[in-house]
């Protein structure tokens, strides 16, 4: 079946460091591929997605590219804020899984100023 | 556009009590899906429905159920609650298409007692 794992948390950084958070999948088929954010108290927001193998999702300066070859999906970011402190989740789903995504664990990021 | 709205907001309930809860879709969304969100298991899917018709399906027990009605707003409700099943559940939203990202609510925090 499905599955999605990322690197294990939580990460701590300093404001305007780099970040990465690693993803990596397995999956029958061609999958969609998502980044999500959940802030406290809230649900989940989409961050970025790649539907096919190269594609490269960005927003709000993060980036993640679809990696067939490697099966990952790794989320970066070059100069993270303090507001950037959340818990982000790698999904993937698309085709014919019908609402349903796999999520990965989640990673807990903390930026201090 | 009015985003997915999830009410009640935060439920407490008696073991052996069933509970409904509510999710209005992003106006235009077709398609609704739920998820269970608990600290040990994380992000875990219920089910699907697009157009009144249950899509897909997670593996839970048939205590939780769901439904969808023609404005394309649904209902999940479990019964017999135990206290496993305090969590936080989440709605999503899509237009259902085989890529299309799903929206979030904020969720319904169920406490069982």
């Known amino acids: 079946g499905n599955s999605v794992t990322q690197m294990e948390g939580p990460v701590t950084l300093s404001e305007e460091a780099f970040l990465t958070i690693n993803c990596t999948y397995t999956?029958?088929?061609?999958?969609?591929l998502f980044w999500y954010v959940q802030y406290p108290g809230e649900g989940l927001q989409l961050l970025l997605k790649a539907t096919k193998a190269d594609d490269k999702g960005s927003n709000k300066g993060f980036e993640a590219t679809y990696r067939k070859e490697t099966t990952s999906f790794h989320l970066e970011k070059g100069s993270v804020q303090v507001s950037d402190s959340a818990v982000y989740f790698c999904?993937?789903?698309?085709?014919?899984?019908?609402?349903?995504?796999?999520f990965g664990q989640g990673t807990i990021l903390t930026v201090h100023p | 556009k009015a985003g997915v709205t999830q009410t009640p907001r935060y439920l407490i309930k008696t073991r052996g009590q069933q509970v409904t809860l509510s999710c209005s879709p992003i106006s235009g969304h077709r398609s609704v899906s739920w998820y269970q969100q608990t600290p040990g298991q994380g992000l875990q899917f219920l089910f699907e429905?697009?157009?009144?018709?249950?899509?897909n399906k997670g593996n839970f027990p048939g205590r939780f159920s769901g439904r969808q009605f023609s404005n394309s707003r649904s209902e999940m409700n479990v019964s017999t609650l135990e206290l496993g099943d305090s969590a936080l559940y989440l709605c999503?939203?899509?237009?259902?298409?085989?890529?299309?990202?799903?929206?979030f609510g904020n969720g319904t925090r169920l406490t069982v007692t």
């Open positions: 999503a939203s899509s237009s259902g298409g085989p890529n299309s990202p799903l929206h």
């Open positions: 999956a029958t088929g061609y999958p969609s």
């Open positions: 429905y697009f157009s009144e018709t249950q899509r």
């Open positions: 999904a993937l789903g698309g085709g014919t899984s019908y609402g349903k995504l796999t």
